[in-house]
């Protein structure tokens, strides 16, 4: 099984840290797939699935000395295997970089917040809803539903990505959020030296607007910040900002996302 190397901040993580902790982050939700791959230099990491979905081939770019050469790299290694994916080109990488995105037929597709906030203890909602570590097939199968359901995504495809492997994964922890007996929302979390990265938050359609996304956030946050996180971050989707806001997450950077479609 593959495994992405840990980062290990002496620091109150910035936002370069923190980008290179996505990009590392995107690398340890793919692993368990049976076609991953990553490339990786200083400021940049690409993790591919290897399925023909882009929001499961990732890759992060933020400034550095080969900003035009890694987006030509990644661009170059979607498109021999075949398979589309978004590259999220930070705002520190600046011109050059969106240049070179645009001359080799990548396609902006939006902009993403890169939000931070620092330990502390949150207070949980009035409605309580349970949250069950997964840690085997069937919890596994039940969370690849919501979590493909909700993103309106393959759940054929994303079977591929987390298979059962991903349940010996130490860094990586995948949660059902239950109403009684009902999975009705997943998330992910990965930790690292203190740093804990906050992914793949989901709620079934029919069960939004319940505060089910808060109280899973909630637990999450809690049990990793008393675990010994000193920090969370998150790459927020425009839907989702409110909440982390309302949380008290902050923004300190912003990426460019662009597909790389390979039809």
Request: with cysteine.
């Amino acid at each position: 099984m593959h495994s992405a190397p840990a980062t290990h901040p002496s620091h109150q993580p910035d936002a370069a840290d923190l980008w290179r902790e996505a990009g590392r982050g995107f690398a340890r939700l793919f692993h368990a797939s049976a076609a991953f791959s990553w490339f990786q230099s200083s400021t940049a990491c690409l993790a591919l699935s290897g399925v023909a979905c882009p929001d499961l081939n990732r890759g992060v770019i933020d400034t550095g000395p080969a900003i035009a050469e890694d987006v030509l790299k990644m661009t170059t290694r979607l498109r021999e295997h075949h398979v589309p994916g978004l590259l999220l080109i930070t705002d520190a990488a600046g011109h050059d970089a969106r240049a070179v995105a645009e001359s080799v037929g990548l396609v902006s597709v939006g902009r993403m917040p890169l939000m931070v906030m620092k330990a502390q203890q949150l207070k949980p909602p009035s409605r309580q809803f349970s949250l069950r570590r997964v840690v085997d097939g069937a919890d596994l199968l039940a969370a690849i539903h919501v979590m493909a359901t909700a993103f309106d995504l393959s759940a054929e495809m994303v079977d591929q990505v987390f298979t059962e492997a991903l349940l010996a994964a130490r860094d990586i922890d995948t949660a059902l959020v239950l109403d009684g007996d009902h999975p009705v929302g997943a998330i992910q979390a990965t930790t690292t030296a203190g740093v804990t990265g906050i992914w793949s938050m989901a709620t079934l359609p029919e069960h939004r607007r319940r505060g089910i996304a808060r109280a899973a956030l909630t637990e999450v946050l809690n049990q990793h910040f008393a675990k010994g996180s000193h920090t969370a971050f998150l790459i927020a989707t425009e839907s989702g900002r409110a909440l982390y806001d309302a949380f008290g997450f902050e923004v300190i950077d912003w990426c460019e996302v662009w597909l790389c479609q390979n039809d």
